[in-house]
């Protein structure tokens, strides 16, 4: 178990802005940030961070909450491996006991499954440093290809024993379940015999964003054209290929600061490059490009660079490549290496000032690079040339920005010496076949599935929905602030009258909020926000120094999200710059008083509206014919209507 005090401590300590910050490219947008969203694939960002409140939340998906509830949702954490990860970034100390062999076997598969993967890792690491055979084979490997002892160690690289089960048999004597070890690939098991999936291999462990071990890759180190020369572990909950990249775990801060990321294709690319200086830098790990493994690149940086040598098998797969990139949305430009170099070779035999002044020199942007590929191969043949041209418009027309599209255009035409007008003909055709694609497979839909049409009922505002949700919104940002309150007292006059007279008087928001509520026994519709209500007003009752930040911390997961949505909805469509424009809009903060007494005197109002109908709905429903008593009943309220409306200076 953590210790509170340690839990409090992560949570003073963390920014929410910082370390959502390692996922997701922010932006600054007035007091807030906001990003594109890494829960769901968008163009347009939805995503917002308040530092203020020290919370987030994600319009696209609905999620949101504190910065533990980012990385449990993100990095599917549970809660004290996310106040783990943030004790380790903040350099805080944290006293945990060891988990024992029975709290092992209760942890879900998921987490049985990341487990695994960490003593695997720090299995290989121990066989690469402390065995013979690691230090003269796999060690010896790594020096070869140039790698330092820092480097082997920041990259987590290991050996495997070229035996049939020693990390098996290791595994199993220190309690982990063999299913497990199955489903991580890293053990195969036909029938009663069991075997180490990288015996005698090198490894690379592949990790995620947030640094945990998803998977290995593992190279063989002898000539066998029988064997692979590369072995990925399998397809598993935790480890799905197409969604990982390898390096970003050490490429993310780089790349968002740098705003550009290298792709390259292979594990010893990554690191002779970061080992180099230049750390932005992933692979997709030897794999064809995928829009999962864009899109975790498209969090950071929208600048993409290809790296690749001068193989035409490579450069054809980078071709394919760059169109998904494209459809992103994402800016691209592509380098190649001299005959013969790939980007580990040429990082290993240069300097970073030598390597970073080839990349600036000879990183073409995509549209000159395909047409100087492809240009070249059909120079000589004007029906290639033509099928060439199709080929990079359709690459153009990819693009989702149409300002974009234009200029590649341009480019196109002047590289291939042909007219524009062609060019923008050709490309309204390719849009003109997608749509009617598209249409067809719309009418396919709609012969699958007829549906009678129906008339859609108009959504009604839900007044009382709006209203409570206003007064937990209220409570949460100025519950704690002394205002003077004016309430409208009935007083007799000089004359007998009755008449209505001000009276001020100072005190909490949160007390007349609820003794306001109280007086008139109202009682919450939305089962979320009475209990939201409740937990607040007991709070700031117990707690005369209550803090947003620390109250979001210390509530369940399930009323923190919704705190979160309340507080972040109002501000999604705020704009910043007013000033500039020389419009100068109220702050709801000089207006406390007047939003408390408008918000509930409004909820008192409906709340009597609705009474009186009840009344109405009872007596037709009954066919009694209207007695004095609910003549009475109704009087009073019209009254106490009136006295309202008085109050709020409006006509009801």
């Keep these: 178990m953590i210790s509170q005090s340690t839990i409090d401590q992560v949570f003073e300590t ?162 982990y379940n063999i299913d497990y070890l199955e489903k991580t690939g890293l053990t195969i098991v036909k029938d009663d015999k069991r075997f180490d999936r990288f015996k005698g291999r090198v490894m690379f462990p592949i990790k995620s964003m947030s640094g945990r071990v998803l998977g290995f890759g593992g190279r063989i180190l002898i000539n066998d054209k029988k064997v692979a020369k590369y072995v990925n572990s399998p397809e598993s909950e935790v480890y799905q290929k197409s969604k990982v990249l390898y390096g970003i775990y050490h490429a993310k801060q780089s790349i968002a600061k740098d705003d550009n990321c290298y792709l390259v294709e292979g594990y010893t690319d990554v690191i002779q490059f970061h080992q180099t200086g230049i750390k932005n830098v992933v692979s997709s790990s030897g794999t064809a490009l995928t829009s999962e493994q864009i899109r975790l690149i498209n969090r950071l940086t929208k600048n993409i660079t290809v790296l690749f040598d001068g193989d035409a098998a490579g450069m054809r797969a980078s071709l394919r490549g760059i169109d998904l990139i494209l459809e992103q949305g994402m800016n691209v430009k592509v380098c190649t290496f001299p005959e013969g170099e790939d980007p580990d070779s040429f990082a290993k035999a240069n300097t970073l000032e030598e390597v970073t002044l080839f990349l600036e020199e000879n990183a073409k942007d995509f549209i000159q690079f395909k047409a100087s590929i492809l240009f070249e191969e059909s120079k000589n043949d004007p029906i290639k040339k033509a099928e060439t041209v199709r080929d990079i418009v359709n690459s153009i027309s990819k693009i989702p920005d149409r300002i974009k599209k234009e200029i590649y255009i341009q480019e196109c035409a002047r590289i291939m010496d ?152 109002d501000e999604r469509y705020t704009l910043d710059n007013w000033n500039r424009m020389n419009i100068f809009p109220k702050e709801k903060s000089n207006n406390i008083a007047q939003l408390v007494s408008e918000t509930i005197l409004s909820l008192r109002c409906f709340l009597i509206d609705q009474k009186v109908k009840q009344f109405q709905e009872e007596t037709l429903h009954n066919k009694i014919d209207t007695n004095r008593n609910v003549l009475e009943e109704v009087k009073d309220y019209s009254s106490l209507k009136m006295l309202l409306s008085r109050k709020l200076n409006r006509v009801l």
């Design 418 to 569: 042909i007219s524009e007008e062609v060019l923008f003909s050709t490309l309204a055709q390719i849009g003109k076949k997608e749509l009617q694609e598209k249409s067809k497979e719309h009418q396919k839909e709609q012969k699958a599935f007829q549906v009678v049409k129906q008339e859609q009922p108009i959504n009604k505002v839900n007044i009382q929905y709006v209203l409570e949700r206003k007064i937990v919104e209220v409570l949460l940002l100025y519950g704690n602030k002394t205002e003077d309150f004016e309430d409208l007292v009935l007083k007799e006059n000089e004359k007998g009258e009755l008449i209505l007279e001000p009276v001020v008087h100072q005190t909490k928001v949160f007390e007349k909020v609820f003794l306001d509520l109280q007086d008139d026994e109202m009682e919450f519709s939305n089962p979320q926000f009475k209990t939201l209500y409740y937990t607040i007003i007991d709070t700031l009752n117990q707690n005369p120094d209550f803090e947003l930040k620390s109250f979001i911390n210390q509530v369940s997961p399930e009323i923190a999200h919704e705190i979160t949505t309340i507080l972040m909805e």
């Design 14 to 175: 963390a920014r929410v802005e910082e370390v959502i910050g390692d996922f997701v490219q922010l932006k600054k947008s007035g007091s807030n940030y906001k990003g594109l969203s890494p829960f769901s694939d968008e163009r347009s960002p939805s995503f917002m961070v308040s530092p203020v409140k020290q919370i987030w939340k994600d319009f696209s998906s609905g999620k949101g909450g504190t910065v533990v509830a980012f990385l449990m949702e993100h990095e599917h954490f549970t809660y004290p491996e996310a106040i783990k990860y943030l004790a380790k970034k903040y350099n805080i100390e944290i006293e945990e006991t060891e988990q024992s062999d029975e709290q092992k076997e209760q942890a879900n598969e998921r987490e049985s499954l990341y487990l695994v993967n960490e003593f695997a890792n720090t299995y290989f690491q121990k066989t690469l440093h402390k065995t013979d055979q690691g230090k003269s084979i796999g060690l010896s490997y790594f020096k070869e290809r140039g790698f330092t002892q820092e480097t082997i160690k920041k990259f987590n690289l290991g050996y495997a024993l070229n035996q049939w089960q020693p990390f098996t048999d290791e595994a199993l004597k220190q309690g």
